[in-house]
Each structure stands twice: as C-alpha cells, then as structure tokens.
C-alpha cells in the first residue's frame, strides 16, 4: 500500500497508565475522529501508582501486581475513549519517582538498557510505520525516571530505522509557562482554602500553607514563543476529561478533573508541543502535528 493509500498514523509513547490521557488525550482523540490511525506505546505497568487509601510502594496496602492490574484495566478504558486504535503494552515494571528504591529493582524500565528497550519499540515502529511520533523531552518534562527512559529508547529506536522508516515528524509534549502559572496559581489557593478549612480560620492559609507559591516563576515548560505547535483541541475536552477520569485510582488525576469540564476546557483546551524532527518543510508556529502530510 502506498503512502497516499493508508491512513496517516500517529504514535505517542508514554511512560505509564494515565500519561496518554494527561499529555496527549486530546490530539489522540482528534486524530482518531479525524481518520488518523492512533497508536499508543505505554511502557510500563504503573505498579508504583498509588494503592487503596492512597498508599505508597512499600507501605502495608500496596500490593504491586495489584495496582498494575488495576492500572490496566483503567488504561484500556481510557484507550476506548479516546478512540486509540492500537495499544502496545512494553510491560516494564513501572521505577517509581526519582530517589525511589524501586528505581533499581531488577526489571524496572529505569534499570533495562536502552538498546534493548529500543530494539523492542523499534519493531513496533517498524510495523506499525508512523508517520508522526510523539514523546517527551530529554528530562521527561518534570524529571521522572520513565518518562526520561520514554525518550531515551524513543530517540535511540528512531536511530535504528532505515531511511525509508522513519517519521515524517517527531515532536516533544510540553505545556505553555503561562498555562503551567495558572493551574500553580490555582494549586496554591485551593491549598490555602483547605488549609482555612482545617483551621476554622480565615487567616491560617498563604503561601505556605502546603501549595506552590504562585508568585515563583514555573520552571516547568517553556515560554510560549519557544512551542511550535499549538494543537486546538477544544472539540474534545470532553474525551481528555473522561480518558483522565477513568485512571480513578490514581489522586494526582482529580485535581484536573475537579476543575469541572467548563473551566478544564477553558485551561486546557489547546495541547502544545516541539517540533524536534520534520521533513514537510512546513513553517512553525503550526496548528496542526500533520501538517504537510494530509492530502499526500
């Protein structure tokens, strides 16, 4: 089959259950009511996401083969939502956040070697022949071991295609500083409310009072004029939602869904990433991770 003849194809790889909701939810359900093939990569099992009651790895309640299962089944309900053709699970067990000891247990994806991981998400690649990959900067946007890992094996499977196999385009997910200093903003002042709440005074909340202060520059993204495509994707808030409220188990989630859709719309209503590879020649800024390739 030609090029002109398939469908274009879009793959997102991402770290955990829930990142593909998070990061990319809403270019992944566009593209999908746009006729594009959608595959998603998810690398590990997300065992290190929180039990029953919010427990940790390692504290009593936290079974690992329990929350991976669990993790699972909110994935493929996610996946359902946004319209995902094609999920490839790598199966990695999930490393935990940066300094965790489950960084080094045998068989966290922070402890595979990258050609081998690489090798693997190349033969996915191979087969599954994107024309645009999407995945996370070389810090994995805010310094988690997988999504640092994520772009190391992406990066190196891209070195292991030939000519002929690679992508058109490659972007990186970020998010605007001006977008990241007001969900901050809007951190601290549900923290500080919580905080009046729990005192039964109006004057026991600040800065302090258990969120970011919203005063402190984001070091988190990248100042807008630095992004090269700015993804509208305002038709499907509703899908990212949902995708999003699907990961249930997991409490960092509820702070975006309790926003309600009405103001998660309004904050999150465009999706934003950096070109890093191209072959259109299409001038950035662009609206649009196709652009250049709809109509070959």
Known sequence: MSVSERPLTLMAVHAHPDDEASGTGGLLARSAAEGVRTVL???TDGRCGDGPGGTKPGQPGHDPQAVAALRGAELAKSCELLGVSQLELLGYADSGMMGWPTNDAPGSFWTVPVPVAAERLAAVMRRERPDVVVTYDENGFYGHPDHIQAHRITVAALDRLSADEQPAKVYWTTMPRTTIAELISRMSDEAAASAEQVAGEPD?????????DAGEPPSLGLPDEDITTW??????????????????????????????????????????????????????PEDDVFSGLRGR
């Open 41 to 43: 990569v998810t690398c």
């Open 204 to 212: 026991a909340g600040g800065p302090d009072a258990g969120g970011p």
């Open 231 to 284: 993804v509208d994707i305002s038709g499907y808030t509703d899908q990212k939602f949902d995708a999003l409220s699907a990961h249930e188990s997991q409490p960092d989630n509820a702070f975006f869904t309790a926003l309600g859709r009405q103001e998660f719309a309004r904050l999150l209503g465009v999706e934003t990433f950096v070109r890093v590879r191209d072959t259109t020649g299409t001038p950035t």
